[in-house]
């Protein structure tokens, strides 16, 4: 229940933002530069970015946050198509969340960097912990469902 509420109220925040641009998975995908890594190679990558934010913040490395921010904000597609991983009765469902996630963690990310290089630790911390828990949500949803 309380992963569904989540994921709803993600749906209803992203919907401001997602809808007015009208860009669809297909869309998104096409925009990022290609990797020759699986989508689960991609997320051992947004994985190191986290650690690399946690550690800056802890160290109060302004740039190894910012280094850590970038590989998400600019991380490129895989060599396949991401909702390829689910059943294809899902795959409606997964591309909304990735096109929701990838917003959302864009601005938690750029917000975690920027707190970080005015100095302010604990807001830093307290986005970067925003950030994981975009991470988590999404993982509570389709983890299980992946092939
Ligand atoms: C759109 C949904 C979504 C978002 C957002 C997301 N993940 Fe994932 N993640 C997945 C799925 C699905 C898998 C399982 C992939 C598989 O097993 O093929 C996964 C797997 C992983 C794994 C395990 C990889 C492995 O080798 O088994 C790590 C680590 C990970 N994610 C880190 C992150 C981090 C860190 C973030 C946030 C910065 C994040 N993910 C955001 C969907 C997401």
């Known amino acids: 229940m ?5 994921l709803a109220a993600l749906f209803m925040l992203a919907a401001v933002g997602v809808n007015a641009e009208e860009k669809t998975a297909e869309q998104l995908v096409a925009s990022k530069k290609k990797a020759n890594i699986t989508y689960r190679q991609l ?7 986290s ?5 800056g913040i802890v160290r109060e490395n ?21 909702w390829t991983i689910v059943a294809e009765t899902d795959q409606a469902d997964f591309k909304q969340s990735l096109l929701i996630f990838d917003k959302i963690m ?10 970080a290089e005015q100095g302010r ?8 912990h925003a950030l994981m828990n975009s991470c988590i949500s999404c993982h509570a949803s389709w983890k299980a469902k992946a092939k």
Do not use: C, F
């Open 106 to 115: 864009d601005n938690q990310a750029e917000e975690t960097a920027n707190m």
């Open 62 to 82: 302004p740039q190894m946050v910012r280094d850590g921010a970038n590989l998400i904000v600019n991380h490129p597609a895989p060599n396949h198509k991401p």
């Open 2 to 6: 309380i992963r569904h509420y989540t």
């Open 43 to 49: 997320m051992e990558v947004m994985g190191a970015a």
């Open 121 to 128: 630790w604990l807001d830093a911390s307290t986005s970067a």
């Open 51 to 55: 650690i690399m934010i946690n550690e």
